[in-house]
């Protein structure tokens, strides 16, 4: 077993170093590793359906998709996250319980009485403290897990505090649980980092053959491309969403109540209607024109307008309130 020492916190690079250890390395390998502050969405999520969109802007989070399904967790550096990389044989590939393993008995050590529950959960009194998930590539596995040891709560509800209502897709929705933090339970204080090594320590000690190793600079550079190629992306993080249908009425200050009817196929909106009680002195058809067949994405959406005088079409409404709507 490898265990591949990581440094950074950057979620974009450590999301292209997981497919990267998976997809290159040939030994079965064990990794720790903590983000900034940042989103991490599943596979086969709506993005902009499990987000708050306005406070993710305002405090700039990155938004990140994963390899794995599941729902999307909220990473700050109170968060410690960990992951198996294994080759299996047979049809053992999911095995949610052989994985967390070696989580409960470090819990254990620390007399903390931690379990396994329900699909793929660890909790603490019934309160989860760790999501898991598990992603197949050939011969090989893929099980990573968040584990809250003194993570931002409130930001972390913040951040995930989606409007289900203003969405219709099939894609897969987070369901929200109870969360308690590791350090709440603890007998004596203990940093994140000391809890990270103990957990280093008893993989040593649970897997004899195991080594230390770190990525190379060779590593870290093709790692970097797949950040630029597709984990820094808008098409990989918000336009691989499933097909959806998404709407919202605003009021604005001057110009009325405006609603956006939307259907986005592959991340760009194919057809979008606008109605409301505003007055305009052109047709609003030509705005809903030049929004069809371009992104649902901010920078997409103002370059299109930017060629139009909007209160032309919506009088008194500002340009950021009218995109609040899209959104």
Not at 210 to 238: A, C, G, P
């Amino acid at each position: 077993m490898l265990i591949v020492k990581r440094h950074h916190t950057d979620p974009y690079f450590n999301l292209a170093t997981e497919e990267y250890v998976l997809k290159n390395f040939d030994e079965d390998s064990f990794m720790l590793w903590r983000n900034a502050p940042s989103i991490i969405v599943g596979k086969h999520q709506n993005t902009l359906a499990e987000i708050n969109v306005d406070y993710v802007k305002k405090h700039n989070i990155p938004v990140v998709r994963r390899l794995s399904g599941g729902g999307a967790v909220f990473h700050d550096l109170g968060n410690l996250n960990f992951t198996f990389i294994r080759k299996v044989e047979g049809d053992q590939f999911i095995d949610f319980r052989k994985y967390t393993a070696p989580i409960l008995e470090v819990m254990r050590k620390l007399g903390i009485p931690a379990r396994f529950e329900g699909r793929n959960d660890l909790t603490i009194k019934g309160l989860k403290f760790s999501g898991n998930a598990e992603h197949i590539w050939k011969d090989r596995v893929l099980h990573h897990g968040t584990l809250l040891f003194s993570a931002q709560m409130t930001n972390l509800s913040d951040a995930l505090n989606a409007d289900p209502s203003k969405f219709t897709d099939k894609a897969v929705k987070s369901v929200r649980s109870r969360v308690t933090n590791i350090s709440e339970h603890l007998k004596k204080p203990m940093e994140v980092l000391q809890f990270s090594d103990l957990i280093e320590d008893h993989i040593l000690e649970k897997y004899p053959d195991s080594k230390i190793t770190e990525l190379s600079e060779e590593d870290q550079n093709r790692i970097h491309e797949m950040v630029r190629e597709k984990y820094n992306t808008w098409e990989w993080n918000f336009g691989y969403s499933p097909n959806y249908n998404f709407r919202k009425i605003i009021r604005t200050g001057k110009g009325g109540t405006l609603e956006f009817d939307l259907d986005v196929h592959n991340g760009t909106m194919l057809h979008i209607k606008i109605f409301g009680d505003y007055f305009c002195k052109y047709d609003t058809e030509e705005i809903e024109l030049a929004l069809t067949e371009i992104p649902h994405q901010e920078q997409s959406i103002r370059e299109a307008l930017s060629r139009f005088n909007l209160d032309d079409y919506f009088t008194g409404v500002r340009m950021e309130e009218f995109l609040t709507g899209l959104f």
